[in-house]
């Protein structure tokens, strides 16, 4: 009897020592551990805020949008009363009580182990409408867990983007499927920073002189679907780098009808 309760003694202590095995990951730069690993995934969260904000029974969809909203999001939109003002404006109405939403494929895109976003379709309830939004996550510090930090209403059912001529924006290219959005289009949005607006026919001598510039577009990635470029490929450039090259001889020609209008910020219409 004296043994036993020895041998429960010697492994009550062993399971109080025992130490418990850390759960980590690289965040802006430094390891950072918890002791309790996250039991949902990026998507998980996601899709758990669109099923809650497609029943949103007495605004529960909502209150748990803002429930998983991250520290940072809080930040920006204040307390819970302006959350609920802001998803109910024009933008964010539509996912409210949607007739149903799906994640669209080949959309995500990542940022280390930090980073995740992907599109969501959503058709609304109110006109019947497709609604594409951007859910942007990161992991917190704190807890390594996954919140969302901005949702981001990219296009929509009916939304003409135009072209530097005043038109329609018309598709650049389908082979290699370009775009910021991978979706053909020189079409730009508030996570685009490069602002990949210009359609243009490369030529060797504009592929040569931006690998000399550090980004080598003719070489492959497959981690963000490019397929590395060839003299005679239709792409989306940055406006910005189609004019730094323009000033020393060697920008490509502009396809005007397929280059999106936010370019004249960028670039003299007159220089096109």
């Not at 959309?107 to 109110?126: M, N």
């Not at 296009?155 to 005043?166: A, D, F, M």
């Not at 243009?200 to 592929?207: I, P, R, S, V």
């Not at 989306?236 to 000033?247: H, S």
């Amino acid at each position: 009897m004296n043994i036993l309760f020895l041998l429960l003694l010697l492994l009550g202590f062993i399971l109080m020592t025992r130490k418990t095995k850390k759960f980590c990951k690289t965040i802006k730069g430094k390891k950072r551990c918890t002791n309790t690993k996250p039991q949902m995934n990026a998507k998980d969260i996601i899709r758990l805020q669109m099923n809650a904000l497609q029943k949103n029974k007495n605004e529960s969809g909502i209150k748990l949008a803002f429930k998983y909203a991250s520290t940072e999001n809080k930040k920006t939109t204040g307390p819970y009363s302006n959350f609920k003002r802001m998803v109910k404006n024009r933008n964010y109405k539509h996912l409210l009580n949607c007739k149903s939403w799906k994640f669209v494929p080949k959309t995500i895109r990542k940022r280390g182990e930090s980073g995740y976003s992907i599109l969501v379709e959503v058709i609304s309830s109110k006109d019947n409408k497709k609604y594409n939004y951007r859910f942007t996550l990161t992991r917190q510090i704190k807890t390594l867990f996954w919140r969302t930090d901005r949702v981001i209403l990219e296009n929509y059912e009916g939304l003409e983007t135009k072209n530097i001529l005043g038109k329609k924006l018309k598709i650049c290219s389908e082979n290699p499927k370009t775009g910021f959005y991978r979706d053909g289009y020189c079409k730009t949005g508030e996570e685009d920073t490069g602002t990949h607006t210009v359609c243009a026919t490369m030529t060797e001598d504009f592929l040569k002189f931006t690998k000399s510039k550090g980004n080598d577009l003719m070489k492959p990635n497959p981690k963000y679907q490019f397929p590395g470029l060839k003299s005679g490929d239709k792409w989306c450039l940055c406006a910005l780098r189609w004019e730094e090259a323009r000033k020393k001889g060697y920008a490509p020609e502009i396809i005007k009808e397929s280059t999106h209008e936010k370019t004249l910020e960028f670039v003299d219409p007159k220089l096109i």
